[in-house]
């Protein structure tokens, strides 16, 4: 074969023969790609964007500090001291404590009725960086993106202060004085409204509570809740029951409306489980690949990595799943789409057997869940486990509970209501009208976090404390219970919802910690009390707390007896669907910038949500991405930017909970539309009969997904033109045939490099990434962000395409516009050994290390962006602005108050350098002064994770030696599926790719 210089590859916009006909699948990134429209074009041609050396006007330059106050959140010298107690490490405890040395402490994150444990580095007592528990069940050491987030949080300078009476300030000991004052007699008055409480310490006050005053009720309510999945169970099994899906013993697997893999399971460890059967390391894993069908209406991260996918509106789903049962029995003879799909899945099940799996998602009624459920008896899956949930008496939750209560407190019948965390005035159906009713209340009494809507509305609010602040419990689904331990004194003077309870009841014990601590070491032997509390502390959960499995009976004829299936056309009209936001949840992280600014998972915008409509939709419509519409139905009404989502059902649209806060800090405030305007107690998660029209007006939407994109220019050789492939994939039966598959879909000739090739001998670092396991949650992109103080820019900065995230998450569509599949590459720096940046660099700012790191000496670069130039990835960024330098001059700061939410181990860049992923060096280093201060053996980097690939919860992030024959990045190197990303450019890239294996349904395929 003829050999080819670098200088012989061309660009797609130099002379070159005609393209070869395109014989393989047509990755898009976008609509505008697909159609070449002229604005892609010009934007890809842009080397940067434009106006690159544009000095911000007044406007934008405010914008730009309210962001920055948030994100490097500043806060006294004062604030960051140690707990008052002292605190048990996750690693070996040290009896002298080491100044400016890291200690891990271990403690609990929970989320919508979810609950993960953690490891949470802190320097100086302060928290920098968090991980997930190897030991809890629920994050087997990973953690989620929100988890990581919610360390900003801490730092937040718009966390509520003070104590508020009357909305002025106020003491505690005032309002310690007011609660001895009220007259609560038997309770008759008295109400209390939480989140889903999974405190078994805060279960005891609240039985505490209740028995004080028995005639007072508890409601719990979660704007993004599990109530229908327990509704489902209850009308299934006729009990109460936790349902946990293995998704690690099913090979076939449904998803009815479930988005598992992301918003709908706030913990890692559905994707922990999924992701188990997705790696495929030796032949016979070939066998054990999962095979995933998804029926829903927006294109949610589970459907893209779904292997068949139906999409159909939300409240279709329910007929769906009556004809899959009918289906398992008698196999139906349709021939459209949907019949053919049902046909094929039922099959497939009954194949699967044991190894099926049907999973039914939060926004489906309670039937679905029962239909859910009696298919996998049907089958006999052993891909489902339960546990016996827990009750209280006089304990009401849900959609329902809250209705009842907002009745109460319009009709007068509620004197006192105590509010125990969330923001149920922004958060309740919009028909309740809860803040009006809150005004009705006499004594009104809110915890929480921020001074948002309901601490408006409510008399006296209280500041709550940070869960890294305040010491606390949470029991997760399967009944391990974890101590929630803080790692700093609460910087604002926040309590815990159960030191608020401790005074209400007047009890013995009012801090925090002998709260816990008396309540689970009175239920130890005595002698053994201190050593068991010490190593719950150090293990991060409480041992013996696993609640025992139960197998309960389906109820076929109560499930036959329950309504029948309601059609979604009924009423006539759209369809709208309410899901949670991958980015604020439902609200809560609304004033975290961190994640305002981590781009959606499917959809790539920041900094706003959108109503998501069909590609059908958009053109008969003649609607674009950011046309403003309005959404009406009866006197309910929301205006709201379209974007047009590929793979959308026909006449729905979703819109994400969580934006257009009108209280929410200086990041959060009136950022997107506010979904819960039309969102009711009757349509919770979607509703039908809407209107929707065209106002006129037109909203510009910041969306990443078309910035770094990489042309794909013609490799010109002797043989044939063709396209470089920039993600690869191939079904398994294909790879069974020919396992160089991957290999051959980029046909790369010998190259000769005209700069000489070293030999690279001792430690050499690399990085393999598995796309066959990747989800594409953005876990790692936030962990970045974590560990290397990679500022938040704004949403003006990043129109202009000036956003810093040292991980680029792409995601590639492939197939028709209205019903495409997905998958997802991160895209971090590729470490080349022949560098295309370093030999451009004027200043030798950007070296090669002599372990194969492509370096950057910050205090060397000028900032001439040549090496950004020369990246063939676009992984480089040009800090345009000193983010940080600029905020503290303009607030008049001290540089000793700095951001106590930095990395110390990590630079703290300027402006006009570069900025890339650096394989997280200082954890390299950090590795390698451990082994020589212990006297260990020679450093062999054994033991070195990157941020990325640690709270990665799919395992798909492989780093180390490659030089080392026996670690695992050097294996999974030597693959065939392994291959380099724009090989044809003889750049050598250290990371490279596993090529995704997919295992599609041949009946479907074929059709």
Not at 727 to 749: G, H, L, S, W
Not at 777 to 795: F, I, M, T
Not at 974 to 1002: F, H, I, S, W
Request: charged share 20%; proline share 6%.
């Amino acid at each position: 074969m003829e050999k080819t210089s670098l200088v012989n590859i061309t660009l797609s916009n130099s002379p070159s023969p005609a393209p070869a006909p395109v014989t393989g699948p047509e990755y898009w990134r976008s609509l505008d790609q697909l159609a070449d429209t002229p604005e892609f074009r010009n934007w890809v041609q842009r080397e940067f964007p434009e106006d690159a050396a544009a000095v911000l006007d007044g406007n934008s330059r405010r914008t730009m500090l309210k962001i920055m106050a948030a994100s490097f959140g500043l806060a006294g010298l004062a604030a960051c001291s140690r707990p008052e107690y002292r605190l048990a490490p996750q690693a070996r405890g040290r009896e002298d404590y080491v100044p400016g040395a890291p200690y891990n402490y271990t403690s609990v994150f929970s989320l919508g009725g979810h609950a993960a444990g953690l490891v949470v580095q802190t320097y100086e007592g302060r928290p920098s960086k968090i991980e997930g528990n190897p030991d809890h069940p629920t994050s087997m050491g990973a953690a989620t993106a929100l988890a990581q987030a919610s360390l900003l949080s801490v730092y937040d300078p718009d966390r509520s202060k003070a104590v508020l009476d009357g909305g002025k300030e106020s003491t505690w000991e005032k309002f310690e004085a007011a609660v001895k004052g009220l007259s609560l007699g038997d309770g008759s008055g008295l109400r209390f409204l939480s989140g889903t409480v999974i405190s078994p310490t805060l279960e005891s006050l609240r039985a505490d509570a209740l028995k004080k005053w028995p005639k007072a009720k508890w409601v719990e309510y979660e704007s993004i809740a599990r109530d229908n999945e327990r509704a489902g169970a209850m009308l299934a099994f006729g009990q109460a029951v936790n349902v946990h899906p293995q998704f690690d013993k099913a090979k076939v697997i449904l998803s009815l409306d479930y988005d598992f893999l992301g918003a709908d399971f706030p913990t890692p460890l559905a994707t922990k489980l999924f992701s188990k059967n997705r790696h495929v390391d030796s032949e016979a894993d070939l066998e054990k690949l999962s095979r995933l069908y998804v029926v829903e209406s927006q294109f949610s991260l589970t459907g893209a990595n779904a292997e068949h996918r139906l999409r159909m509106q939300g409240g279709e789903v329910q007929k769906f799943a009556a004809d899959l049962v009918a289906a398992l029995s008698a196999p139906p003879a349709g021939g459209d789409k949907r019949g053919k799909f049902l046909a094929a899945l039922a099959k497939d099940l009954k194949a699967a057997g044991k190894e099926a799996l049907v999973v039914a998602g939060p926004r489906q009624p309670a039937i679905v869940h029962a239909l859910a459920h009696q298919i996998n008896q049907t089958l006999g899956s052993g891909a489902v486990t339960y546990t016996k949930a827990s009750s209280a008496d006089r304990v009401d939750s849900g959609v329902d509970a809250l209705k009842a209560l907002t009745g109460e407190m319009t009709g007068g019948q509620v004197s006192t209501l105590i509010i125990l965390g969330g923001n149920p005035a922004y958060t309740a159906p919009a028909d309740l009208q809860f803040g009006a009713a809150l005004a009705k209340v006499a004594n009104s009494i809110h915890l929480g976090a921020e001074d948002d809507e309901t601490a408006a509305a409510a008399k006296w609010h209280l500041p709550e404390a940070h869960y890294l602040e305040a010491w606390g419990d949470a029991q997760s689904t399967d009944g391990v219970v974890a101590i929630q331990q803080p790692m700093i004194e609460p910087i604002f003077g926040g309590k815990s919802a159960i030191e608020v309870m401790a005074v209400l009841l007047d009890s013995k014990d009012r801090k925090g910690l002998d709260l816990v601590k008396n309540f689970w070491t009175l239920q130890w032997p005595a002698a053994t009390r201190e050593n068991t509390w010490r190593k719950t502390l150090n293990d991060g959960v409480i041992a013996g707390t696993q609640a025992a499995e139960v197998k309960p009976t389906v109820d076929s004829k109560k499930i036959q007896a329950a309504p029948a299936p309601a059609s979604s056309s009924a009423s006539g009209g759209i369809e709208v669907g309410f899901v949670p936001s991958a980015t604020t949840w439902d609200g809560r992280f609304a004033n975290n910038a961190w994640m305002q600014e981590a781009p959606d998972p499917i959809t790539k915008l920041v900094w706003t949500n959108v109503a998501l409509i069909s590609p059908a939709m958009g053109r008969d419509k003649g609607w674009k991405d950011g046309d403003m519409v309005a959404l009406t139905r009866g006197n309910l009404k929301l205006e709201a930017a379209v974007m047009v989502q590929p793979g959308h059902a026909d006449n729905a649209v979703t819109i994400a909970l969580g934006y257009g806060r009108p209280k929410s800090g200086s990041v959060g405030t009136n950022v997107g539309y506010n979904a819960g305007l039309i969102r009711t107690s009757d349509s919770f998660w979607f509703g039908q009969g809407f209107a929707i029209a065209a106002t006129g007006a037109n909203e510009v939407l910041a969306n990443t997904q078309e910035h770094g994109s990489m042309e794909e220019p013609q490799l010109v050789s002797s043989i044939k033109p063709n396209t470089r492939p920039l993600v690869r994939e191939t079904t398994v039966e294909e790879y069974k045939k020919n396992a160089k598959v991957i290999e051959e879909m980029n046909e790369v000739p010998e190259l000769d490099s005209v700069y000489p090739q070293l030999k690279w001998e001792g430690l050499q670092w690399g990085m393999a990434i598995d796309l066959g396991a990747c989800t594409g949650c953005n876990a790692c992109v936030v962990a970045c962000q974590a560990e290397n103080n990679v500022p938040v820019v704004g949403k003006d900065q990043v129109l202009r395409g000036r956003e810093m995230h040292w991980i680029r998450m792409d995601r590639y569509y492939v197939g028709p516009v209205e019903d495409p599949r997905a998958v997802e590459q991160p895209i971090p720096c590729m470490q080349c050994e022949n560098a295309p940046c370093e030999n451009v660099c004027p200043v030798q700012a950007t070296t090669h290390s002599p372990e194969g790191l492509n370096d950057m000496a910050y205090n060397r670069c000028v900032g001439t962006r040549y090496c950004a130039n020369n990246c063939p990835f676009k992984v480089r960024h040009f800090n345009f602005l000193d983010w940080h330098k600029n905020f503290l001059e303009r607030r008049r700061i001290e540089p000793e108050l700095m951001s106590m939410v930095y990395n110390p181990d990590v630079t703290v860049r300027m402006r006009g350098i570069m900025e890339k992923c650096t394989y997280c060096v200082q954890r390299i280093q950090e590795v390698r002064i451990a082994t020589k201060t212990d006297g260990r053996r020679e450093f062999t980097g054994e033991g070195v994770l990157t941020a990325c690939q640690q709270t990665c919860p799919a395992d798909a992030i492989s780093f180390g030696n490659i030089n080392d024959p026996n670690s695992k990045v050097a294996k999974l190197k030597k693959q065939e599926r392994n291959y380099a990303m724009l090989a044809e450019l003889d750049v050598r890239p250290r990371t490279t790719y596993l090529g995704r294996l997919r295992n599609p349904n041949p009946e479907l395929e074929a059709s």
